[in-house]
């Protein structure tokens, strides 16, 4: 159960990346109070754990509603994390979260960030809601499912903190640890996608 707690976690941290997340935040919430932005943040995470609670729970049953199998599934969900692995690696996540931040920031009052963008796109995006449908899918029985969630709610937990020690973070780590961090996660996630697609594709050709 160890094991499969620490690949739950780890797979989820590389994914839904809070050390990426903290210095977008930061940039989006740097007009508000000390107050307010530990407020958006619980929220952004509470939000988010919900989404990916229900996907975790009911995800194979939607999939059923829409006569999507599994295996596809597991095919389209390695692609597509794939591809966020590769945005990674060569920054235009960043970017496009930065570009995002930039957007908001222009606004003239404080912006409540916690649903949108934090929420969702950024923590509970597609690729994070993807891997916890996969997770899910692969558990044999009550036990590992709860093991898998408690991996997602300590993920989930992490980006809180993060997102709360956000601006000291920023200043302590600097840009340049920064991005040395999300290639490494990025390469990191590029693996365990193309285990999706290959696992998938072992089920489909047995």
Known sequence: MIDLFLSAFVTLFVVIDPPGCAPIYAGLSSG??????????MRACLIAAIILLVFALF?????????????????????????????????????RREKRAEDLRGT????????????????????????????????????????ILGAM???????LFALIAAAPLMKLLGKHVEAVITRLLGVLLAALAAQYVVDGLKQVLS
């Not at 508000?32 to 943040?41: C, F, G, L, N, V």
């Not at 409540?112 to 934090?118: A, E, H, N």
């Open 59 to 95: 995800g194979e049953q939607l999939l059923g509603a829409l006569h999507i199998e599994l295996n596809s599934f597991r095919i389209a969900g390695g692609i597509m994390l794939f591809f966020i692995a590769m945005d990674m690696v060569f920054e235009k996540r960043t970017e």
């Open 32 to 41: 508000a109070s000390r107050k307010q932005a530990i407020s958006m943040a």
């Open 153 to 159: 709610l300590a993920v989930v937990l992490l980006t």
């Open 108 to 147: 003239p009052e404080v912006e409540d960030v916690s649903v949108f963008p934090m929420a969702m796109p950024m923590i509970a995006g597609p690729g994070s809601i993807a891997t916890i449908m996969l997770l899910t899918a692969r558990a044999e029985g009550t036990e590992q499912t709860l093991v």
